[in-house]
């Protein structure tokens, strides 16, 4: 078995794992070990952190993904591409953290309903940097190829460390401003262990060859890795990051709390797709650098099918079980149940449409692809300034899912546009009949007393229907075939 294969396999159990150490964390520990403040507190750290993160990177992500390869050079420590990095990255923070302290006082004076978050402001400049030096030391070290213990560390490792802080702090341990510090503290260590792992694994240089970095085009360069880095802050900024810092500033901190378990529980539904992404990604980059249309053309088509499959069964569970789950919680959290469908919906329709991003973002369409993720941006910070003061954390929701579904819909339009290929056939109501046959019959079915038992019954008599739906009806064959095709290639 190759090294890249190996590592593969053991990436794809690290994320399975990292998974269920998250579900439990986050939807076992965190409810009832802190209080829904507490919570709330974590998430718009974490949420405000992970923007600015994103920010001042300056696109190194992008950058090292396309043009490392250039630079690679073993025996000169790759013409000092790590050096150039960390400068970069220097840089990019300082300017950042500057902006960011000056806008100090107005950001502030919008969050007088979270005073947690007003009090404990000032964690957000360690928690960026940090989080920017994880994000571009794990994509240096997939760069070396070399990705199974940096997913160690973002899936399983950091996951583990706050479990043990949240339960250090439950048994009173531990105060809440030393609680706060090793959330932060946890991630410094994450880096120092990213950092030691990269020295060993690569003669690192810090010496730029500044003769060889002037042979790019500049210009080109720059373009490219300007756009990619905005398609980035976009997609991250989407997906429960601006949600997360407006229901901070219109509501309060518990709403935030409400609000992210409930994302969280939607956003499993995708969990196929980040699977799925991590072994196509390399075939489509390399079919698109080839030119090669008809394994383009297979791949989407036949994710599609196998992710829409996938994406039914999951959001059927979320719509049939969410109540049931959220009662297992803490009261406050039961609020949450109609933003986890709302969420599921627009999960579904990322599920639904395949491999689209890969496509877009691997080939020339990656302009209009950034350019529309741009858009969705600003629709998505209006309508949650519209639709919070007037609906909550539910209007927060339909503003999330609104985005998330239209960008899906032009990343569609682009691609077909493009490559004039569209990915649907008579499957897909196949799949939207067989769930709302499946919602139907959990009407019906009578309720047991007890949530847990309620909930695997429901699960065992859905999923029967629905496989049996999708047996008889053959359109599985092809997808699990595909599935196949891609692990054994």
């Not at 409400?258 to 991590?278: C, D, K, N, T």
Request: hydrophobic share 55%; aromatic share 12%.
């Amino acid at each position: 078995m190759g090294s890249i294969q190996k590592q593969a396999i053991q990436n794809t159990i690290i994320s399975y794992l990292g998974v269920a150490i998250g579900f439990i964390n986050t939807l076992v520990l965190q409810p009832t070990m802190l209080s829904t403040e507490e919570v709330g507190l974590t998430r718009i750290l974490y949420a405000v952190s992970a923007l600015i993160a994103t920010l001042f990177p300056l696109g190194l992500n992008a950058f090292s993904i396309k043009y490392f390869p250039k630079f690679r050079n073993s025996g000169n420590g790759h013409n000092g591409y790590f050096g150039l990095l960390l400068r970069i990255a220097v840089i990019g923070y300082i300017l950042v953290g500057i902006i960011v302290m000056l806008l100090k006082g107005s950001i502030l004076a919008k969050y007088q309903n979270s005073p947690l978050f007003v009090e404990y402001f000032t964690y957000i400049f360690p928690m960026a940097l940090f989080m920017g030096l994880i994000s571009i030391l794990s994509v240096y070290a997939a760069c070396l190829f070399k990705t199974a213990f940096p997913s160690f560390l973002n899936e399983i490792f950091i996951r583990i460390a706050t479990m043990t802080i949240v339960s250090l702090y439950f048994l009173k341990l531990i105060d809440f401003h030393i609680f706060i510090f090793l959330f932060m503290a946890s991630l410094g260590v994450q880096v120092i262990g990213l950092l030691i792992y990269v020295l060993r694994v690569d003669k690192v240089s810090l010496k730029v060859n500044w003769k060889f970095v002037r042979t790019f085009e500049i210009t080109k360069t720059a373009h490219y890795v300007f756009l990619l880095s905005l398609a980035a802050l976009a997609s991250m900024a989407i997906r429960n990051t601006i949600d997360n810092i407006l229901i901070g500033s219109y509501l309060d901190l518990e709403q935030v709390a409400v609000y992210s378990v409930a994302f969280l529980i939607a956003s499993m539904i995708e969990v196929p797709a980040g699977s799925l992404s991590r072994i196509a990604d390399p075939k489509i980059s390399d079919a698109i650098a080839r030119n090669d249309l008809r394994l383009i053309q297979e791949v989407y088509y036949k994710s599609t099918r196998l992710l829409m499959i996938l994406g039914g069964i999951l959001f059927t569970g979320l719509f049939i079980n969410i109540h049931e789950l959220l009662s297992l919680l803490p009261a406050q959290y039961r609020a949450g149940g109609n933003v986890a469908i709302i969420i599921g919906i627009s999960a579904f329709s990322n599920m639904a449409t395949g491999m689209n991003s890969s496509i877009i973002y691997y080939s020339d369409k990656y302009k209009q692809g950034s350019l529309m993720l741009i858009g969705m941006v600003i629709l998505s910070v209006a309508l949650n300034m519209v639709l919070i003061p007037v609906w909550g954390i539910e209007g927060a929701a339909v503003a999330t899912a609104a985005s998330l579904i239209l960008s899906n819909v032009f990343k569609t339009l682009i691609i077909y546009r493009g490559y004039q290929l569209q990915p649907f056939g008579g499957y897909i109501f196949i799949v939207l009949g067989l769930i709302g046959v499946c919602i139907v019959v959990n009407y019906l079915l009578p309720s047991l007393p007890n949530a847990i038992l309620d909930i695997i019954y429901r699960s065992i008599v859905v999923t029967a229907i629905y496989g049996a739906g999708i047996y008889f009806s053959g359109i599985a064959g092809e997808a699990v075939d595909f599935a196949k095709k891609l692990l054994n290639r």
